[in-house]
Protein backbone atom coordinates (compact mmCIF):
# COMPACT_ATOMS: atom_id res chain seq x y z
CA UNK A 1 0.00 0.00 0.00
CA UNK A 2 1.58 3.26 -0.78
CA UNK A 3 0.84 6.61 1.50
CA UNK A 4 0.15 8.77 -1.80
CA UNK A 5 0.46 12.30 1.08
CA UNK A 6 -0.13 12.58 4.46
CA UNK A 7 -2.85 15.20 6.42
CA UNK A 8 -1.14 16.39 8.70
CA UNK A 9 -3.60 18.56 10.35
CA UNK A 10 -7.33 19.84 9.69
CA UNK A 11 -9.61 22.57 10.78
CA UNK A 12 -13.82 23.24 10.42
CA UNK A 13 -15.71 26.19 11.23
CA UNK A 14 -18.94 25.30 12.96
CA UNK A 15 -21.67 24.81 10.54
CA UNK A 16 -24.56 26.68 10.11
CA UNK A 17 -26.06 30.07 9.23
CA UNK A 18 -23.97 32.99 10.25
CA UNK A 19 -25.28 36.14 9.57
CA UNK A 20 -22.79 37.80 10.81
CA UNK A 21 -19.84 36.21 8.62
CA UNK A 22 -18.04 36.10 5.75
CA UNK A 23 -16.78 33.21 3.45
CA UNK A 24 -13.34 34.46 3.91
CA UNK A 25 -13.85 34.68 7.38
CA UNK A 26 -15.39 31.18 8.33
CA UNK A 27 -11.94 29.98 5.96
CA UNK A 28 -9.69 32.05 9.04
CA UNK A 29 -12.30 30.16 11.97
CA UNK A 30 -11.27 26.64 9.85
CA UNK A 31 -7.54 27.28 9.19
CA UNK A 32 -6.72 28.51 12.52
CA UNK A 33 -7.89 25.31 13.89
CA UNK A 34 -5.70 23.51 11.20
CA UNK A 35 -2.70 26.35 12.44
CA UNK A 36 -2.54 25.37 16.24
CA UNK A 37 -2.57 21.17 15.20
CA UNK A 38 0.24 21.38 13.50
CA UNK A 39 3.83 22.14 15.47
CA UNK A 40 6.75 23.87 13.48
CA UNK A 41 4.86 24.42 9.85
CA UNK A 42 6.57 27.81 8.62
CA UNK A 43 3.72 29.29 6.05
CA UNK A 44 6.51 30.10 3.81
CA UNK A 45 7.18 26.56 3.46
CA UNK A 46 3.33 26.05 2.44
CA UNK A 47 3.59 25.42 -1.73
CA UNK A 48 0.01 26.15 -2.25
CA UNK A 49 -3.24 26.58 -2.05
CA UNK A 50 -6.06 24.88 -3.49
CA UNK A 51 -9.73 25.91 -2.79
CA UNK A 52 -13.16 23.98 -3.35
CA UNK A 53 -15.92 26.53 -4.26
CA UNK A 54 -19.32 25.88 -5.83
CA UNK A 55 -21.15 29.49 -6.97
CA UNK A 56 -20.47 32.86 -6.88
CA UNK A 57 -23.81 33.01 -6.86
CA UNK A 58 -23.98 33.61 -3.33
CA UNK A 59 -21.48 35.98 -2.43
CA UNK A 60 -20.75 37.31 -5.99
CA UNK A 61 -17.30 36.15 -5.51
CA UNK A 62 -15.08 34.01 -8.01
CA UNK A 63 -10.84 34.07 -7.34
CA UNK A 64 -11.43 32.47 -3.84
CA UNK A 65 -7.89 31.17 -4.41
CA UNK A 66 -6.42 34.42 -4.30
CA UNK A 67 -8.85 35.82 -1.50
CA UNK A 68 -7.54 33.09 0.78
CA UNK A 69 -4.14 32.96 -0.21
CA UNK A 70 -4.11 36.34 0.92
CA UNK A 71 -6.47 36.18 4.28
CA UNK A 72 -4.27 33.48 5.42
CA UNK A 73 -1.21 35.47 4.69
CA UNK A 74 0.36 32.89 2.13
CA UNK A 75 1.09 35.76 -0.62
CA UNK A 76 2.83 35.01 -3.13
CA UNK A 77 2.09 31.53 -3.14
CA UNK A 78 0.39 30.21 -6.06
CA UNK A 79 -3.53 28.88 -5.71
CA UNK A 80 -6.88 28.16 -7.63
CA UNK A 81 -10.06 26.89 -7.09
CA UNK A 82 -11.53 24.00 -7.94
CA UNK A 83 -15.19 23.36 -9.06
CA UNK A 84 -17.24 20.17 -9.35
CA UNK A 85 -20.49 21.62 -7.41
CA UNK A 86 -20.47 19.85 -4.22
CA UNK A 87 -17.52 17.62 -5.25
CA UNK A 88 -15.43 20.69 -5.25
CA UNK A 89 -13.78 19.99 -1.47
CA UNK A 90 -12.77 16.66 -2.22
CA UNK A 91 -11.17 17.73 -5.53
CA UNK A 92 -9.32 20.33 -3.78
CA UNK A 93 -7.83 17.60 -1.39
CA UNK A 94 -7.45 15.27 -4.88
CA UNK A 95 -5.74 18.11 -6.33
CA UNK A 96 -3.40 18.92 -3.09
CA UNK A 97 -2.51 14.98 -2.94
CA UNK A 98 -1.82 15.29 -7.22
CA UNK A 99 0.93 18.23 -6.74
CA UNK A 100 2.54 16.57 -3.96
CA UNK A 101 2.75 13.11 -5.59
CA UNK A 102 4.00 14.93 -8.69
CA UNK A 103 6.86 16.17 -6.78
CA UNK A 104 5.91 19.72 -7.70
CA UNK A 105 5.35 20.73 -3.73
CA UNK A 106 6.35 19.36 -0.59
CA UNK A 107 2.97 21.10 1.23
CA UNK A 108 -0.35 22.24 0.39
CA UNK A 109 -3.26 23.82 1.80
CA UNK A 110 -6.32 22.67 0.76
CA UNK A 111 -9.77 24.52 1.32
CA UNK A 112 -13.42 24.28 0.81
CA UNK A 113 -15.90 26.96 1.71
CA UNK A 114 -19.91 28.23 0.85
CA UNK A 115 -21.41 31.02 2.11
CA UNK A 116 -25.03 30.53 1.12
CA UNK A 117 -27.39 31.84 3.94
CA UNK A 118 -27.46 35.21 2.35
CA UNK A 119 -29.51 34.32 -0.35
CA UNK A 120 -33.74 32.85 -0.14
CA UNK A 121 -34.12 29.30 -1.01
CA UNK A 122 -35.93 30.35 -4.39
CA UNK A 123 -32.17 31.64 -5.29
CA UNK A 124 -30.30 28.74 -3.37
CA UNK A 125 -32.75 26.42 -5.55
CA UNK A 126 -32.12 28.34 -8.73
CA UNK A 127 -28.30 28.17 -8.11
CA UNK A 128 -27.70 24.57 -7.38
CA UNK A 129 -29.67 23.95 -10.80
CA UNK A 130 -26.57 24.84 -12.21
CA UNK A 131 -25.14 21.84 -11.65
CA UNK A 132 -27.41 20.03 -14.00
CA UNK A 133 -28.20 19.57 -17.73
CA UNK A 134 -29.29 23.54 -18.92
CA UNK A 135 -30.94 22.29 -22.13
CA UNK A 136 -33.44 19.66 -20.97
CA UNK A 137 -33.64 19.48 -17.08
CA UNK A 138 -32.78 23.36 -15.94
CA UNK A 139 -35.71 24.25 -18.61
CA UNK A 140 -37.81 21.51 -17.47
CA UNK A 141 -38.06 22.68 -13.89
CA UNK A 142 -35.88 20.47 -12.27
CA UNK A 143 -34.88 21.12 -9.62
CA UNK A 144 -32.16 18.69 -7.05
CA UNK A 145 -34.22 17.69 -4.71
CA UNK A 146 -36.53 16.30 -7.53
CA UNK A 147 -33.36 15.05 -9.87
CA UNK A 148 -32.80 13.43 -6.73
CA UNK A 149 -36.47 12.21 -6.11
CA UNK A 150 -36.42 10.69 -9.71
CA UNK A 151 -33.52 8.22 -8.29
CA UNK A 152 -35.63 7.39 -5.27
CA UNK A 153 -38.84 6.72 -7.07
CA UNK A 154 -37.24 4.62 -10.12
CA UNK A 155 -34.72 2.55 -7.18
CA UNK A 156 -38.14 1.97 -5.09
CA UNK A 157 -40.35 0.95 -7.87
CA UNK A 158 -37.51 -1.72 -9.43
CA UNK A 159 -36.19 -2.86 -5.72
CA UNK A 160 -38.65 -2.07 -3.03
CA UNK A 161 -37.09 0.14 -0.97
CA UNK A 162 -39.27 2.69 0.52
CA UNK A 163 -40.27 6.36 2.17
CA UNK A 164 -39.80 4.29 6.02
CA UNK A 165 -36.31 3.66 5.04
CA UNK A 166 -35.18 7.04 3.41
CA UNK A 167 -36.81 8.37 6.69
CA UNK A 168 -34.37 6.20 9.09
CA UNK A 169 -31.42 7.45 7.13
CA UNK A 170 -32.19 10.54 8.41
CA UNK A 171 -33.28 9.63 11.81
CA UNK A 172 -29.68 8.06 12.26
CA UNK A 173 -27.67 10.36 11.05
CA UNK A 174 -29.34 13.17 13.43
CA UNK A 175 -28.37 11.25 16.29
CA UNK A 176 -25.16 10.72 15.09
CA UNK A 177 -24.91 14.83 15.19
CA UNK A 178 -25.90 15.21 18.57
CA UNK A 179 -22.59 14.29 19.77
CA UNK A 180 -20.66 16.24 16.68
CA UNK A 181 -20.14 20.10 18.68
CA UNK A 182 -19.77 21.46 15.14
CA UNK A 183 -22.89 20.32 13.75
CA UNK A 184 -25.33 22.33 11.89
CA UNK A 185 -28.57 20.16 13.28
CA UNK A 186 -28.26 19.06 16.40
CA UNK A 187 -31.84 18.03 17.39
CA UNK A 188 -32.83 14.07 17.52
CA UNK A 189 -35.87 13.04 15.57
CA UNK A 190 -38.35 10.36 14.98
CA UNK A 191 -39.47 8.58 11.52
CA UNK A 192 -42.62 9.72 12.03
CA UNK A 193 -41.12 13.80 12.16
CA UNK A 194 -39.69 12.87 8.64
CA UNK A 195 -42.43 11.46 7.17
CA UNK A 196 -44.60 13.97 8.06
CA UNK A 197 -42.39 16.82 7.36
CA UNK A 198 -43.31 19.23 4.42
CA UNK A 199 -42.94 17.76 0.94
CA UNK A 200 -40.36 19.08 -1.10
CA UNK A 201 -40.00 16.79 -4.25
CA UNK A 202 -42.16 13.62 -3.85
CA UNK A 203 -41.20 11.00 -2.67
CA UNK A 204 -38.42 13.25 -0.54
CA UNK A 205 -39.57 15.73 2.37
CA UNK A 206 -38.01 18.72 4.24
CA UNK A 207 -36.01 16.09 6.61
CA UNK A 208 -35.08 14.14 3.33
CA UNK A 209 -32.99 16.87 2.38
CA UNK A 210 -29.61 18.41 3.84
CA UNK A 211 -29.65 21.98 5.35
CA UNK A 212 -28.23 25.16 3.33
CA UNK A 213 -25.44 25.79 5.34
CA UNK A 214 -22.05 28.28 5.81
CA UNK A 215 -18.79 27.00 6.44
CA UNK A 216 -15.14 26.20 5.81
CA UNK A 217 -12.56 23.49 6.49
CA UNK A 218 -9.08 23.11 5.42
CA UNK A 219 -6.47 20.30 5.86
CA UNK A 220 -2.65 20.59 5.56
CA UNK A 221 -0.84 17.60 3.69
CA UNK A 222 2.76 17.07 2.96
CA UNK A 223 5.21 14.24 1.37
CA UNK A 224 4.73 11.28 3.87
CA UNK A 225 8.39 11.68 4.91
CA UNK A 226 7.65 15.09 6.17
CA UNK A 227 4.78 14.47 8.49
CA UNK A 228 6.51 13.53 11.46
CA UNK A 229 8.15 17.09 11.75
CA UNK A 230 4.30 18.49 11.83
CA UNK A 231 2.65 16.18 13.99
CA UNK A 232 2.63 13.05 15.92
CA UNK A 233 -0.34 11.93 14.39
CA UNK A 234 -0.47 12.18 10.95
CA UNK A 235 -3.19 10.02 8.91
CA UNK A 236 -2.32 9.15 5.09
CA UNK A 237 -3.68 9.35 1.63
CA UNK A 238 -4.01 5.49 0.29
CA UNK A 239 -6.09 5.63 -2.09
CA UNK A 240 -8.13 8.17 -4.27
CA UNK A 241 -10.51 8.00 -7.09
CA UNK A 242 -12.13 10.28 -9.35
CA UNK A 243 -15.04 9.43 -11.94
CA UNK A 244 -17.76 11.16 -14.24
CA UNK A 245 -21.11 10.58 -15.51
CA UNK A 246 -23.96 12.78 -17.64
CA UNK A 247 -24.64 15.57 -16.07
CA UNK A 248 -27.67 14.76 -16.95
CA UNK A 249 -29.54 12.13 -15.36
CA UNK A 250 -31.91 11.18 -18.06
CA UNK A 251 -29.26 10.23 -20.02
CA UNK A 252 -28.19 7.31 -18.29
CA UNK A 253 -29.15 3.94 -18.87
CA UNK A 254 -30.62 3.04 -15.45
CA UNK A 255 -31.46 6.44 -13.61
CA UNK A 256 -30.85 4.41 -10.14
CA UNK A 257 -27.59 3.52 -9.99
CA UNK A 258 -24.75 5.63 -9.42
CA UNK A 259 -22.32 4.50 -11.68
CA UNK A 260 -19.31 7.29 -11.54
CA UNK A 261 -19.56 6.22 -7.55
CA UNK A 262 -19.08 2.50 -7.85
CA UNK A 263 -16.18 3.10 -10.50
CA UNK A 264 -14.58 5.39 -8.42
CA UNK A 265 -14.90 3.81 -5.12
CA UNK A 266 -13.26 0.93 -7.33
CA UNK A 267 -10.56 3.14 -8.28
CA UNK A 268 -9.48 3.79 -5.02
CA UNK A 269 -10.18 0.21 -3.46
CA UNK A 270 -7.67 -0.97 -6.43
CA UNK A 271 -4.89 1.69 -5.64
CA UNK A 272 -5.10 1.16 -1.62
CA UNK A 273 -5.54 -2.45 -2.49
CA UNK A 274 -8.55 -2.60 -0.45
CA UNK A 275 -11.94 -4.29 -0.58
CA UNK A 276 -14.96 -2.58 0.34
CA UNK A 277 -15.07 -5.30 3.87
CA UNK A 278 -11.63 -3.71 4.95
CA UNK A 279 -13.26 -0.18 5.63
CA UNK A 280 -13.88 0.78 8.90
CA UNK A 281 -16.62 3.52 8.02
CA UNK A 282 -17.24 5.70 5.77
CA UNK A 283 -18.77 9.82 5.33
CA UNK A 284 -20.68 9.57 2.21
CA UNK A 285 -22.46 12.46 0.07
CA UNK A 286 -25.93 12.07 2.00
CA UNK A 287 -26.84 15.46 0.46
CA UNK A 288 -30.47 13.77 -0.02
CA UNK A 289 -31.33 10.17 2.12
CA UNK A 290 -31.78 7.76 -0.98
CA UNK A 291 -28.18 9.21 -2.08
CA UNK A 292 -26.51 7.51 1.46
CA UNK A 293 -28.54 4.34 0.20
CA UNK A 294 -27.28 4.55 -3.46
CA UNK A 295 -23.55 4.89 -1.97
CA UNK A 296 -24.44 1.34 0.37
CA UNK A 297 -24.52 -0.33 -2.72
CA UNK A 298 -21.74 1.82 -4.61
CA UNK A 299 -19.08 1.74 -2.29
CA UNK A 300 -19.68 -2.25 -1.89
CA UNK A 301 -21.19 -2.11 0.96
CA UNK A 302 -24.66 -3.71 -0.20
CA UNK A 303 -25.61 -5.32 -2.96
CA UNK A 304 -26.87 -3.63 -5.91
CA UNK A 305 -30.77 -2.95 -5.65
CA UNK A 306 -30.42 -3.93 -1.56
CA UNK A 307 -28.86 -1.18 0.34
CA UNK A 308 -32.15 -0.52 1.93
CA UNK A 309 -31.56 -3.90 3.96
CA UNK A 310 -28.22 -1.91 5.32
CA UNK A 311 -30.35 1.00 6.97
CA UNK A 312 -33.15 -1.61 8.14
CA UNK A 313 -30.39 -4.09 9.89
CA UNK A 314 -28.85 -1.08 11.39
CA UNK A 315 -25.57 -2.05 9.86
CA UNK A 316 -24.88 1.66 8.97
CA UNK A 317 -25.09 2.66 12.64
CA UNK A 318 -22.50 3.60 14.86
CA UNK A 319 -21.28 0.50 16.18
CA UNK A 320 -22.55 -1.00 13.52
CA UNK A 321 -20.84 -3.66 10.63
CA UNK A 322 -20.02 -0.59 9.03
CA UNK A 323 -20.81 2.63 9.92
CA UNK A 324 -21.57 5.72 7.87
CA UNK A 325 -21.62 9.14 8.69
CA UNK A 326 -20.88 9.33 12.23
CA UNK A 327 -20.64 12.99 11.27
CA UNK A 328 -24.31 13.38 11.12
CA UNK A 329 -23.76 13.79 7.40
CA UNK A 330 -24.82 16.61 4.95
CA UNK A 331 -27.91 16.20 6.34
CA UNK A 332 -27.16 17.12 9.75
CA UNK A 333 -23.74 18.20 10.41
CA UNK A 334 -24.63 20.22 7.22
CA UNK A 335 -24.22 20.73 3.34
CA UNK A 336 -22.21 24.07 2.89
CA UNK A 337 -21.37 22.83 -0.83
CA UNK A 338 -17.61 23.50 -1.40
CA UNK A 339 -16.71 22.87 1.66
CA UNK A 340 -18.07 19.16 2.41
CA UNK A 341 -15.72 17.12 0.44
CA UNK A 342 -13.22 18.01 3.74
CA UNK A 343 -15.57 18.57 5.96
CA UNK A 344 -15.63 14.81 5.42
CA UNK A 345 -11.90 14.58 5.31
CA UNK A 346 -12.51 16.92 8.92
CA UNK A 347 -14.37 14.01 10.91
CA UNK A 348 -12.40 10.78 9.39
CA UNK A 349 -8.95 12.66 10.37
CA UNK A 350 -10.40 12.71 13.62
CA UNK A 351 -11.94 9.25 13.75
CA UNK A 352 -8.65 7.92 13.06
CA UNK A 353 -6.84 9.97 15.65
CA UNK A 354 -9.34 8.76 18.22
CA UNK A 355 -10.47 12.35 18.73
CA UNK A 356 -14.63 12.36 18.53
CA UNK A 357 -15.80 11.22 22.06
CA UNK A 358 -19.20 10.01 22.27
CA UNK A 359 -19.74 9.26 18.40
CA UNK A 360 -16.07 7.73 18.10
CA UNK A 361 -15.88 4.27 16.25
CA UNK A 362 -13.62 1.69 17.99
CA UNK A 363 -10.66 0.44 16.08
CA UNK A 364 -10.73 2.57 13.18
CA UNK A 365 -7.99 1.83 10.99
CA UNK A 366 -9.58 2.53 6.96
CA UNK A 367 -11.85 4.82 6.21
CA UNK A 368 -13.71 5.70 2.83
CA UNK A 369 -15.12 9.45 1.71
CA UNK A 370 -17.61 9.75 -1.47
CA UNK A 371 -18.08 13.16 -2.12
CA UNK A 372 -20.08 14.13 -5.28
CA UNK A 373 -21.64 17.07 -7.45
CA UNK A 374 -24.48 17.25 -9.16
CA UNK A 375 -26.42 13.92 -9.86
CA UNK A 376 -23.70 12.07 -8.84
CA UNK A 377 -22.06 13.07 -12.30
CA UNK A 378 -18.37 13.85 -10.58
CA UNK A 379 -17.30 11.69 -8.09
CA UNK A 380 -14.40 12.11 -5.71
CA UNK A 381 -13.54 9.32 -3.70
CA UNK A 382 -10.27 8.72 -0.63
CA UNK A 383 -9.68 6.17 1.22
CA UNK A 384 -7.65 7.05 4.72
CA UNK A 385 -5.68 5.36 6.72
CA UNK A 386 -4.37 5.89 10.27
CA UNK B 1 -1.08 18.64 -43.65
CA UNK B 2 -3.58 21.44 -44.01
CA UNK B 3 -5.28 22.79 -41.31
CA UNK B 4 -8.81 21.93 -40.78
CA UNK B 5 -11.52 24.26 -42.09
CA UNK B 6 -14.07 25.49 -39.34
CA UNK B 7 -16.08 23.26 -37.68
CA UNK B 8 -19.45 23.02 -39.14
CA UNK B 9 -22.58 20.97 -37.88
CA UNK B 10 -26.65 20.67 -38.32
CA UNK B 11 -26.87 18.61 -35.29
CA UNK B 12 -27.27 21.95 -32.79
CA UNK B 13 -29.26 22.28 -30.07
CA UNK B 14 -30.73 25.36 -31.98
CA UNK B 15 -31.54 22.81 -34.61
CA UNK B 16 -33.57 20.74 -31.59
CA UNK B 17 -35.89 23.58 -31.15
CA UNK B 18 -36.09 25.02 -34.94
CA UNK B 19 -37.38 21.61 -35.90
CA UNK B 20 -39.58 21.33 -32.81
CA UNK B 21 -41.17 24.19 -34.08
CA UNK B 22 -41.55 23.55 -37.91
CA UNK B 23 -42.55 20.06 -37.47
CA UNK B 24 -44.09 20.19 -34.35
CA UNK B 25 -42.57 17.21 -32.99
CA UNK B 26 -38.72 16.18 -31.08
CA UNK B 27 -36.07 15.24 -32.84
CA UNK B 28 -32.82 13.34 -31.57
CA UNK B 29 -29.46 12.67 -33.51
CA UNK B 30 -28.73 8.97 -34.48
CA UNK B 31 -25.39 7.83 -34.97
CA UNK B 32 -25.70 5.50 -38.40
CA UNK B 33 -22.30 3.63 -37.29
CA UNK B 34 -23.37 2.30 -33.83
CA UNK B 35 -27.37 3.61 -33.58
CA UNK B 36 -26.60 5.46 -30.26
CA UNK B 37 -29.14 8.24 -30.07
CA UNK B 38 -29.09 11.81 -28.49
CA UNK B 39 -31.50 14.47 -27.45
CA UNK B 40 -30.43 16.59 -27.69
CA UNK B 41 -28.77 16.35 -30.30
CA UNK B 42 -24.87 16.39 -30.00
CA UNK B 43 -22.35 16.99 -33.28
CA UNK B 44 -20.40 13.62 -32.95
CA UNK B 45 -21.77 10.31 -31.36
CA UNK B 46 -20.60 10.32 -28.01
CA UNK B 47 -20.38 6.57 -27.91
CA UNK B 48 -17.74 5.90 -31.01
CA UNK B 49 -17.27 9.48 -32.53
CA UNK B 50 -18.78 8.98 -35.72
CA UNK B 51 -20.03 12.60 -37.23
CA UNK B 52 -22.08 10.31 -39.52
CA UNK B 53 -25.59 11.14 -38.07
CA UNK B 54 -28.92 11.43 -38.84
CA UNK B 55 -32.00 13.20 -37.75
CA UNK B 56 -34.61 10.63 -36.22
CA UNK B 57 -38.53 11.54 -34.76
CA UNK B 58 -39.04 10.75 -31.45
CA UNK B 59 -42.23 8.25 -31.46
CA UNK B 60 -45.01 10.26 -30.17
CA UNK B 61 -45.27 7.61 -26.99
CA UNK B 62 -43.88 7.14 -23.86
CA UNK B 63 -43.55 5.41 -20.40
CA UNK B 64 -42.83 7.07 -17.20
CA UNK B 65 -39.77 6.19 -15.91
CA UNK B 66 -39.90 7.52 -12.69
CA UNK B 67 -41.60 11.22 -11.65
CA UNK B 68 -41.67 13.63 -8.66
CA UNK B 69 -44.49 16.69 -7.45
CA UNK B 70 -42.29 19.55 -7.27
CA UNK B 71 -43.58 21.75 -4.30
CA UNK B 72 -40.33 24.32 -4.28
CA UNK B 73 -38.81 25.98 -7.31
CA UNK B 74 -36.81 28.71 -8.66
CA UNK B 75 -37.88 31.94 -9.66
CA UNK B 76 -39.02 30.77 -12.87
CA UNK B 77 -41.54 28.42 -11.94
CA UNK B 78 -43.44 29.56 -9.42
CA UNK B 79 -45.78 29.91 -11.16
CA UNK B 80 -46.11 26.13 -12.07
CA UNK B 81 -46.07 24.89 -8.54
CA UNK B 82 -46.60 22.41 -7.34
CA UNK B 83 -45.75 20.41 -10.67
CA UNK B 84 -44.66 16.91 -11.68
CA UNK B 85 -41.56 16.64 -13.22
CA UNK B 86 -40.59 12.93 -14.96
CA UNK B 87 -38.26 11.10 -16.87
CA UNK B 88 -39.79 9.31 -19.24
CA UNK B 89 -38.73 5.94 -22.42
CA UNK B 90 -39.25 6.10 -25.86
CA UNK B 91 -38.57 2.71 -27.07
CA UNK B 92 -35.57 1.14 -25.24
CA UNK B 93 -32.90 3.39 -26.21
CA UNK B 94 -34.31 7.17 -25.49
CA UNK B 95 -35.33 8.53 -22.48
CA UNK B 96 -36.31 12.60 -22.12
CA UNK B 97 -36.98 14.13 -19.31
CA UNK B 98 -40.36 16.71 -18.85
CA UNK B 99 -43.16 18.60 -17.50
CA UNK B 100 -45.85 16.40 -17.45
CA UNK B 101 -49.12 18.67 -17.54
CA UNK B 102 -51.46 16.39 -14.91
CA UNK B 103 -50.27 16.18 -11.42
CA UNK B 104 -52.78 13.37 -9.90
CA UNK B 105 -52.96 9.95 -10.83
CA UNK B 106 -49.46 9.64 -12.54
CA UNK B 107 -47.79 6.12 -11.89
CA UNK B 108 -44.25 4.61 -13.04
CA UNK B 109 -44.95 3.13 -16.00
CA UNK B 110 -48.31 5.21 -17.20
CA UNK B 111 -48.18 6.21 -21.27
CA UNK B 112 -47.54 9.48 -21.88
CA UNK B 113 -47.85 11.65 -24.79
CA UNK B 114 -45.51 14.69 -25.87
CA UNK B 115 -47.52 17.60 -26.43
CA UNK B 116 -45.35 20.57 -28.33
CA UNK B 117 -46.19 24.35 -27.16
CA UNK B 118 -44.03 26.30 -29.58
CA UNK B 119 -44.96 29.72 -28.22
CA UNK B 120 -44.34 28.52 -24.41
CA UNK B 121 -41.84 27.87 -22.22
CA UNK B 122 -41.10 24.88 -21.96
CA UNK B 123 -41.62 23.99 -25.40
CA UNK B 124 -43.07 20.83 -24.98
CA UNK B 125 -44.77 18.96 -22.08
CA UNK B 126 -46.17 15.46 -21.48
CA UNK B 127 -49.67 14.60 -21.08
CA UNK B 128 -51.22 11.43 -19.44
CA UNK B 129 -52.39 9.18 -22.24
CA UNK B 130 -56.07 8.37 -22.62
CA UNK B 131 -56.26 5.35 -20.81
CA UNK B 132 -53.89 6.27 -18.11
CA UNK B 133 -56.37 9.40 -17.31
CA UNK B 134 -58.65 8.47 -14.20
Known amino acids: MRKLASIVSVGMSKIGRFPELNGRELVVEAFLEAWDGCKNLDRKDIGAVFVGNQSETYEHQIMYGSLVTDWLGLLPKGSMRVEGCAAAGALALSSGVTAIVSGLHDIVLVCGIEKMSLRSTIEITDALMSASDLVLEQHNGMTFPSIYALMARAHMSKYGSNEDDLAAVAVKNHRNALDNPKAHIRKEISKVDVLKSKVIASPLKLYDCSPVSDGAAVAILCKTELASRFTDSPTFVVGMGNSSDTIGLYEREDISWPGAVAQACSNSYQMAGLAPGDISFAEVHDAFTINEILHYEAAGFAKRGAGQESIRSHQTDIGGKIPVNPSGGLKARGHPVGATGLCQIYEIHNQLNRRCGKRQISGAKYALAINEGGSNAIVTTHIISN | ?134
Not at chain 2, 81 to 109: H, Q, R, T, W
Not at chain 2, 121 to 133: G, I, M, N, Q, T
Open chain 2, 1 to 134: MSQPTSFRTEFTIENFFRKLKEEGSLSAARCEKCNFKMIPPRPICSRCLSCDLEWVRVPARGKIVSFSEVHVSSENFQRLLPYVVCIASFGDDLKIPGILKEVKNVKVGSEVEIEIQPDKKPEYVFALSSADRV
